[in-house]
């Protein structure tokens, strides 16, 4: 498989002919779907394939983020078809703020959509918000593992030191500590 993922993505807020193509593709190629992952909770997932590689960009590019794969190692059965590509966004937040602005233009899978919109503001959404504390435990456990590794720290390292040199990055994670400081000051 070919990849290409974001770093940092964000869904666009979409014009109002781009939540109608977008809600049409879906219904007509696409899935939406909420998936159990076990241990780590439940996550969003939208997705699209065709055999146009264009028109699988073009998706890419109306959301603004996403994974855009070509599926390759297609078996003896697919002799003589097209390649098939294939356009993913993953993460329960960013396709909560898709479904919000294209439910108004889904026909076949709105009730679908709208089902997932309201578990997602029932219930809190992410990769751990749903994660049973045994997760929690063997992943903090795991990541402890990985921080005692000198070559993976100094990596990491580097990483953040990289990450904070933007004055964006810097602004935004002070933003975040105070906010997080603000929030724990007034529960004591």
Known sequence: MQKWIDKKPEVRKLKKWEAAWLAATIDGDGSIGLYNYGKEGRRVCIQMSNTSQAFVQRMREVIGVGSSVMRAGMDKSHKGRKQIYLYSLKGSNRCYKILKQIIPF????????????????????????????????????????????????????????EYYKNEDNLKKHRERMHTLWQTKSALS
């Open 106 to 161: 889904l026909v076949i899978k709105k009730q679908k959509a709208l089902d997932i919109v309201r578990e997602l503001e029932e219930k809190p959404f992410g990769r751990w918000a749903n994660a049973t504390p045994e997760a929690r435990i063997l992943a903090g456990k795991k990541a402890k593992a990985r921080w005692a590794n000198p070559e993976y720290k100094m990596r990491m390292i580097q990483k953040m030191q």
